[in-house]
C-alpha cells in the first residue's frame, strides 16, 4: 500500500498531535453543556478511525449518531451528488450537535448532512473536519473546527479511501497519480 503513495502528506504523529489540540477546543466550547452532553454525528465510513481517536480525547458527555453517504464515487476522485444513504440513527431535537467528516471538499456532503439535521430541529449545530481543501470549500458550508488545509490533491489513508481501498493506512498520503481516473 505505501508503494501506491507518490508521498505522506501528514504522518501520524502529527495526525495524533492535532487530533489531541480538536479535542481540547472542542471541550472548550461546549465547556456549559455537561448536564446534556452533546451529540456527534458522524458522517461514514471516511471519518471512522478519525471519530475513535477524537471521542477518547473528549472527556465530555456524548451520544453518538452515524449516516451514510453515498456520492457515486466509485473508482473515480471525482465526487458526484451526495445521497443520504439512511435517516439519522440518532434524536438530534434540542440537542448540541457536532457533525465530523472526514474532509471539506466541494462541501456537497456537509450541505446535505447539515440540511438534514436543520428539518430535526437540534440546539445547535457545529461542524468538525480533519481535513480541508480551501481552495474548493464553497462560502456557505463553513467548519468551525479543522484539522489540516490541504492541497487540492487526493488523499488517502487514515480512513480516507480510493475505491474502499487504504482506508488502515496509519498516514495521510497522497495517492499516485497515474493509479486514478
Ligand atoms: P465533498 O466534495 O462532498 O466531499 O465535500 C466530501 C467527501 O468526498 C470524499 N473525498 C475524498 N476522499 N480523498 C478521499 O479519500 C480525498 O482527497 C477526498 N476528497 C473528498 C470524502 O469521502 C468526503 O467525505
Not at 468538525?128 to 474548493?136: A, G, T
Amino acid at each position: 500500500m505505501r508503494a501506491d503513495l507518490e508521498r505522506i502528506l501528514i504522518p501520524r504523529e502529527r495526525i495524533a498531535a492535532r487530533v489531541r489540540e480538536l479535542a481540547q477546543a472542542i471541550a472548550r466550547t461546549y465547556a456549559g453543556s455537561e448536564e446534556d452532553g452533546i451529540t456527534l454525528v458522524t458522517i461514514l465510513s471516511g471519518s471512522l478511525i478519525f471519530l475513535a481517536d477524537l471521542i477518547r480525547e473528549l472527556p465530555i458527555r456524548m451520544k453518538l449518531g452515524l449516516v451514510t453517504v453515498s456520492s457515486y464515487r466509485g473508482a473515480t476522485t471525482q465526487a458526484g451528488e451526495a445521497r443520504l444513504r439512511d435517516a439519522l440513527n440518532v434524536d438530534v431535537t434540542g440537542r448540541h450537535v457536532l457533525l465530523i467528516d472526514d474532509i471539506l471538499d466541494t462541501g456537497g456532503t456537509l450541505r446535505l448532512v447539515r440540511d438534514e439535521l436543520a428539518r430535526h430541529a437540534p440546539k445547535s449545530v457545529r461542524t468538525c473536519v480533519l481535513l480541508r481543501k480551501p481552495s474548493k470549500a464553497p462560502v456557505d458550508v463553513q467548519a468551525e473546527f479543522v484539522g489540516f488545509d490541504i492541497e487540492d490533491q487526493f488523499v488517502v489513508g487514515y480512513g480516507l479511501d480510493y475505491n474502499d481501498h487504504y482506508r488502515n493506512l496509519p498516514d495521510i498520503g497522497i495517492l499516485r497519480r497515474e493509479l486514478y481516473a
